[in-house]
Every structure is written in C-alpha cells, then in structure tokens.
Nanobody, 116 residues
C-alpha cells in the first residue's frame, strides 16, 4: 500500500499562486509515476500533470506554462500553480501508480478556489 498526504490548497485571487505538496509513504517501490488530477463540480476528474521516476513530464494543455510539477528525493511531489484562473477551481488529488498498472493510489484531495 502507498499512502499519499496532500497539503497546500486554499483560496486565492485570479492571477495568484499556490503550491500543492503530496508526500508518499509505504510501498514506494510499487510506483513509478506521481501526478495531480483535479475535479471541478459537475465535471469528470482530469489529469493536470504527472512525472515519472525518469523525470518524464506531462502537462494538460490548459495548464502548460502556468503549472510546474516537481519531485524531491524524499518521495514528495509538488505542483506549483501560477497565474491561476477561476476555471482552475477544483479539488486537486495526488495520484501514484506504476505505469500500465490498473492500481492507482489517491490522496484525500485538497480544495483550490480561485476568485475572480
């Protein structure tokens, strides 16, 4: 099992910044990818950004140039969010998995609200 603990959400005005953190613990050897998803009210959960253990990175088109995903050596992944827009408002979930596996571990979610 892998446990994911998120922090860093909150309320910010449009144009502002937030940084989310996700600390992984447990069976870290069973994952090689960590990332962030988000789910806005009435919408499906969508991938925001992910990073593999080889540092391969993917960003959704909607956040390219504004969000940056990074990972430290202690199994913590970060999402730096700049130039936030009201449409970025959502619950953000940390996710971890082994590429190609059907098993995904999820964090508890953290609310990000961007006011106009």
């Amino acid at each position: 099992q892998v446990q994911l603990v998120e922090s860093g959400g909150g309320l910010v005005q449009a144009g502002g910044s937030l940084r989310l953190s996700c600390a992984a613990s447990g069976s870290i050897f069973s994952i090689n990818t960590m990332g962030w998803y988000r789910q806005a009210p009435g919408k499906q959960r969508e991938l925001v950004a992910r990073m593999t253990s080889s540092r391969s990175i993917f960003y959704a088109d909607s956040v390219k140039g504004r969000f940056t995903i990074s990972r430290d050596t202690k199994n913590t992944v970060y999402l730096q969010m700049n130039s936030l827009k009201p449409e970025d408002t959502a619950v953000y979930y940390c996710a971890a998995y082994w590429s190609g596996s059907l098993k995904t571990y999820w964090g508890q979610g953290t609310q990000v609200t961007v006011s106009s």
